[in-house]
């Protein structure tokens, strides 16, 4: 398909295609606004079926990453890369510096981190090519390193703040909780409501990843195919995207949707359809942008890992105005935030911003 006639195009300021048969390297970075400042957002490493599938992945991920990043009031615009994961492929040293290669050769436009299936390893090989990166081991007391635990404190103090708006409820002792995907987030996520007295119910794919989770935390184990379904107050979405959706809303039970995963409605209209169902649902990419927030004190060198855990902190207030606008326009939350993110671009175009 012709990119410019993509559903998921939405003038896009490029989009990069990397082919390198020598390392493996078959990856896609699309910088989808530059207006606030280089375009940053993670690298996924993932297998799609079509390379179809890859495109609109690339497209719509740096669009939310432009709107993510706007709303966090950061100085960066918004961009993604995807490493298509061949059969059997698996992340090495090679791949990965071709990769920094491909970040390098735009010249500090984009800027990438850790997303799904890439680790803190990767990005250390991706720094041998090019300083275009963050989301590496820091010494000391300064910002940095892996983005996941940042991003798993916001999503937490997100759903303290929608389970306050929702059940007007001040603790989460006793709330229960369904996590799809306890990688990464998930993980770190689980283990904060578990300290906070939150019933927990999660379910993965990995095996691997579930005996981590239930080494380290008590939960009851859910198929995945069931997750969504459980009866709880909260589903987390912790996984991929897409997954709240005209299928998956009418057995939704919780009253609440407040996890890290990106781009979880799989349409706009899934947002409207939440709201005629009485669940509130935490715009993804206000929730879950702990982690861009660690990466930006760190690419500019401003701030310690206490500076971070206080930018975090502002992510409640945040759903408090859009939970309360939404409630006050009849507006869907989804809806609030893009016109909100899309104000402050459209602000930012004529004044630059700087991180305090
Ligand atoms: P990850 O790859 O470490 O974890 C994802 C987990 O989901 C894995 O354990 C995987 O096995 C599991 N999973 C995959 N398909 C599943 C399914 N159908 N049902 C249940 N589990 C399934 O990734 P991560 O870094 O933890 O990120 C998780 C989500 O949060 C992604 O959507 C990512 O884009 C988003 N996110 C991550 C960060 C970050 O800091 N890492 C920041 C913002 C947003």
Redesign the pocket.
């Given at each position: 398909m012709n990119v410019f006639d993509h559903p998921e195009f939405d003038l896009h300021e490029g989009v990069h295609f990397f082919d390198e048969p020598a390392s493996g390297l078959r990856a896609i970075i699309a910088i989808h606004s530059t207006a606030l400042g280089p375009a940053a957002g993670?690298c996924?490493f993932w297998h799609y079926e079509q390379s179809d599938d890859a495109v609109t992945d690339v497209l719509r991920?740096s669009r939310g990453m432009t709107y993510?990043n706007a709303v966090a009031g950061l100085p960066f615009g918004g961009g993604k890369a995807v490493i298509v994961k061949g059969p059997g492929g698996r992340s090495t040293p090679e791949l990965f510096r071709a990769f920094g290669r491909a970040v390098d050769s735009l010249g500090g436009l984009y800027v990438t981190?850790?997303?799904?299936?890439?680790a803190v390893e990767d990005m250390r090989n991706v720094r041998l090519e090019t300083p275009y990166v963050s989301?590496l081991p820091q010494e000391g007391a300064a910002a940095g390193g892996?983005?996941?635990?940042?991003?798993?404190l916001g999503v937490f103090l997100g759903i303290e703040a929608a389970v306050r708006d929702r059940l007007e409820r001040d603790s989460l002792a006793g709330i229960r909780v369904a996590i799809?995907?306890?990688?990464?987030?998930?993980?770190h996520l689980a283990k904060l409501l578990a300290d906070a007295g939150a019933e927990l119910f999660i379910?993965?794919?990995?095996r691997?990843?579930?005996a981590r989770a239930h080494d380290a935390f008590t939960a009851t184990e859910v198929a995945?195919?069931d997750?969504l379904y459980t009866d709880v107050d909260v589903v987390a979405?912790?996984?991929?995207?897409n997954?709240i959706n005209s299928e998956t809303i009418p057995g939704i039970r919780a009253s609440i949707i407040a996890?890290?995963?990106?781009?979880?409605l799989a349409v706009e209209a899934d947002g409207d359809r939440l709201m005629e169902r009485n669940i509130l649902y935490a715009p993804?990419?206000v929730i879950?942008?702990?982690?861009?927030i660690?990466v930006a004190r760190e690419y500019f060198e401003k701030g310690s890992a206490d500076e971070v855990r206080d930018d975090i902190g502002r992510i409640p207030e945040r759903l408090n105005r859009i939970f309360a606008e939404s409630r006050a326009n009849g507006e869907a939350t989804n809806r609030i935030a893009d016109e909100l993110a899309r104000r402050i671009v459209a602000a930012g175009r004529s004044e630059p911003r700087r991180i305090a």
């Open positions: 993670g996924r991920l993510k981190a850790e997303d799904v299936g890439v989301g892996d983005p996941s635990p940042w991003t798993a799809q995907g306890v990688g990464h987030v998930g993980h379910a993965d794919v990995s691997e990843n579930l995945p195919r997750v979405p912790c996984a991929l995207g997954v996890g890290a995963a990106n781009n979880q993804d990419y879950n942008a702990g982690g861009i660690s």
